[in-house]
């Protein structure tokens, strides 16, 4: 322990709040896009809980799972057992409207037999906490391996980066890509391989690995430009893009690629796709193409407000109000901890090391130093790589 009797670096109350600051907005940003008083029914994106009380028999029949929003597991499903399923899309809350789900105290209008617009809403695995082609739970009980889960954009399930057919390649640094989709997708979207160009594959070239490393901070929060060549190219195809609507007046031309020998990036038939910014903004918008989409319901692709970092980029615009912390505080506790999402338990978990840590000052009278609070936040951040597969970034850029 350092000497305590100097007066410099001492550290406030208000920079420790700054540093727990950070965490919670993580968190913030996963609650924020979802309305956690009022059941708004069904929403393009919103947080998703499956409930396990309600729905006992969802292991053995995912189309019995109950899917209910943040508002209703915290109102008509407190104390039950739920799997929080991060985000999905087009989703309407089934709270009261499925067999075993209790009454929706926050809509009563909902009934089991109204004609209230569940009936479109997709279920897979996940909704019994299972992911993945292994079929595991998460975390997994029974491995000790740390392998991030990465969800696919377009079945919405997660996957071991480890567990995707990548064609003998390595999965590419997670700020690399913005959106992932797994091969099984990819096989049911076959064209989706003529537009390989706007995909990333890991290489071992160490220049391309320092690029990524430079610009890692901006890619969190703009994978549009995660490097000056990808932006330059993002310019000129945005003139494009400009051209194409004008022409779009007069004759509406297919621009899907077609030549497969000029892709820049090769792409294995039948490999999951890393994609790289605002891919989607690529797809081609002609009426046979999205004709195509329709036909087998990717039309969401064409559509940004679709993505994750739409969601979670709108949720931080909103202005956070001093009451919402605490409440959001309230809501994380009031939560089983089925499967939980990284920036939630490392928020806290930090606050839980904080006041253990700072009770030893207390207990010592001695003062926190500026490098007292340096070294806690440091050992927090290795162990949080040592224990939790991923963060929130790897799962929704
Ligand atoms: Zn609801
Ligand atoms: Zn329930
Ligand atoms: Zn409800
Ligand atoms: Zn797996
Ligand atoms: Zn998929
Ligand atoms: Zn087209």
Redesign the pocket.
């Known amino acids: 322990m350092e000497s305590s009797s100097d007066n410099t670096d001492v550290v406030t109350m208000i920079d420790l709040l700054n540093d727990e600051k950070e965490l919670s907005d993580q968190a913030y940003a996963v609650f924020a896009g979802s309305d956690e008083k009022n059941c708004n029914g069904f929403k393009q994106r919103q947080a998703l809980y499956s409930c396990l009380t309600c729905a006992s028999d969802v292991k053995e029949d995912s189309s019995k799972a109950i899917g209910i929003c943040l508002a209703c597991s915290l109102n008509c499903h407190d104390k039950h057992e739920l799997v929080e399923l991060y985000t999905k899309r087009n989703f309407h809350c089934d709270c009261g409207m499925k067999d075993g789900s209790v009454t929706c105290h926050l809509d009563p209008t909902k009934t089991k037999n109204g004609a209230h617009g569940n009936s479109n809403n997709k279920y897979n695995q996940n909704f019994s906490g299972i992911y993945c082609k292994c079929k595991r739970p998460y975390p997994d009980p029974e491995s000790s391996s740390s392998d991030e889960m990465i969800q696919?954009v377009?079945?919405e399930?997660w996957f071991h980066s480890l567990h995707l057919e990548l064609a003998g390649q390595i999965p590419p640094a997670a700020e690399s890509y913005s959106e992932m989709?797994?091969e099984?997708?990819m096989k049911q979207n076959d064209f989706l391989y003529d537009y390989s160009e706007f995909t990333v594959t890991a290489t071992n070239d160490p220049s391309s690995d320092a690029d990524t490393n430079a610009s890692k901070e901006q890619a969190a929060t703009k994978p549009s430009t995660s490097s000056n060549t990808e932006k330059k190219e993002d310019d000129e195809s945005f003139d494009k893009s400009v051209v194409t609507k004008r022409m779009k007046l007069s004759d509406d031309i297919c621009h899907r690629p077609k030549n497969k020998e000029n892709t820049k990036s090769s792409l294995t038939h039948g490999s999951a796709a890393f994609w790289k910014g605002p891919w989607r903004e690529k797809l081609c918008k002609c009426e046979k193409c999205l004709k195509i989409y329709e036909s087998l319901n990717i039309s969401f692709l064409t559509d940004m407000r679709d993505t994750t970092h739409f969601y979670e980029e709108k949720a931080k615009e909103k202005e956070q109000p001093a009451s919402a912390m605490s409440s959001m505080e309230a809501a994380l506790s009031s939560l089983p901890r089925v499967q939980q999402i990284d920036a939630i338990s490392s928020y806290n978990n930090m606050k839980e090391k904080l006041f253990e840590f700072l009770q030893t000052f207390v207990v010592n009278n001695q003062i926190v130093q500026e490098e007292d609070i340096h070294r806690f936040f440091r050992n927090m951040t290795e162990s949080k790589d040592n224990q939790l597969p991923g963060t929130p970034q790897h799962f929704c850029r």
């Open positions: 696919c377009i079945c399930d989709i797994c099984e997708c």
